[in-house]
């Protein structure tokens, strides 16, 4: 069975942390006086959800929140404490990053508790960080660097559906129709499916940078700013690639309709020169008597000759008329 905790640091301030066990945060971790604590939990171990219970001090109904299987980005204030919850790309092996992966912290002035249910790379990152002496030396400066690094996470995934537009722009006319609808689907697809999640992010970090918090200073104000102005700009490059997707889609659709147009107009063309032709071959095949020409051995070429004029008077007409 898997343990409730999977990482917990006591960071004393200056950027250096030590590691803490399972028992010891179960008996209680005392609040450094200079620095702060932080416990990462498996949201779906049942004992997390039943110490959360005991040690948040929250209301019932915001726990229920927490561990709810769905969720979005959203940023709530309880006095001095809030419940944030954020979103990052899936970067996990074999995972598709527009299926984003959860975070829930619980954050206090001297205390920051998360839980997740995937692996996220940006906590995978912060850990490593921690690991070289580069922790984080306060609350604020905790939650901005995880909004800044699920940010730069997020930034390739986005890159790389932009940079497929771009090729698909450039290789619009070589590419079977077919198959670049399909691959445009799978594009804006994937745009809609992150922008769900990025858009209300944006919002709950907005919400977060303009509160004052006692726990956040003037620095990580301005840091909170630049991760949401990241946000914004990220948000606003999917709404890009959505109408460049939707753009090339209508494009296709008009090149479908035009060659439909195209090739309607030669069938037409086709039928109305060999419409009177049926017209005069029919009148000569019936089978009753005075059909002219029927004895004179040159009627047969005469007939073709006629034929022959009638389809060289009907292209002069057309293009006269500029069918053709």
Request: net charge negative; aromatic share 8%.
């Amino acid at each position: 069975m898997d343990s409730p905790l999977i990482c917990a640091y006591v960071f004393d301030g200056e950027g250096g942390a030590k590691a803490v066990t399972w028992d010891q945060v179960k008996e209680g971790v005392a609040p450094p006086e200079s620095g702060f604590f932080w416990i990462h939990l498996r949201r779906d171990v049942a004992e997390v959800e039943e110490w959360f219970a005991e040690q948040s001090d929250l209301d019932p109904v915001i726990q229920d929140s927490f561990f709810a299987e769905e969720s979005r980005p959203r940023c709530a204030f309880h006095g001095d404490r809030v419940v944030l919850d954020l979103r990052g790309v899936n970067l996990n092996p074999g995972a598709d990053p527009e299926d984003m992966v959860s975070i829930r912290l619980l954050i206090e002035p001297n205390r920051i508790i998360s839980v997740r249910r995937r692996k996220m790379m940006a906590i995978e990152d912060m850990r490593k960080a921690i690991a070289s002496g580069r922790g984080a030396k306060d609350v604020g400066n905790f939650v901005t660097d995880l909004a800044f690094r699920m940010v730069e996470r997020m930034d390739p995934t986005i890159t790389d559906l932009s940079e497929q537009i771009d090729d698909f722009e450039d290789e619009y006319l070589t590419i079977p129709s077919g198959e670049l609808r399909a691959h445009l689907g799978d594009v804006r697809r994937t745009a809609i499916q992150l922008r769900r999640y990025i858009a209300p992010q944006r919002d709950a970090l907005n919400r977060l940078s303009v509160e004052r918090i006692p726990w956040l200073s003037e620095k990580n104000y301005r840091h909170m700013h630049e991760a949401e102005d990241r946000v914004v700009r990220l948000v606003e490059e999917l709404d890009a690639i959505r109408e460049r997707a939707a753009i090339l889609h209508d494009q296709l659709t008009d090149r479908r309709a035009e060659n439909m147009n195209r090739s309607m107009l030669i069938l037409s063309v086709v039928a109305a020169i060999f419409l009177p032709l049926g017209f005069l071959t029919g009148l000569l095949g019936i089978n009753v008597g005075g059909i002219p020409g029927a004895v004179n051995p040159f009627a047969f070429w005469l007939v073709c000759l006629f034929a022959l004029v009638i389809v060289v008077g009907e292209i002069l007409l057309f293009r006269l008329l500029k069918w053709i």
